[in-house]
């Protein structure tokens, strides 16, 4: 079995479009319930953010705008999701 160290190096040759769809898929291998508790200052932060939302004081863009924005500034494209 590769070492940590290993598995980093291979990862790093790849390309960063790669990398990052190595990222995603390694994040969504983990359970809810292992990921770390947030700090004070995310609650208190969530907390601001969802009374803002509430009170329709922000307005929403979804998570497909979102996420076509943050590759389109980086020069990529949206990973084709249909097998």
Known sequence: MPTL???LAEAARLPIAQRIELIDAIWET???DSLPP???QWVEEIHRRSA???AGAVKTVSWEQVRAEALRRAGMTIP???P
């Open 5 to 7: 160290e290993t598995l």
């Open 30 to 32: 983990l359970p809810a």
């Open 38 to 40: 947030l700090s004070d």
């Open 52 to 54: 803002e939302y509430d």
């Open 80 to 82: 084709d999701a249909t």
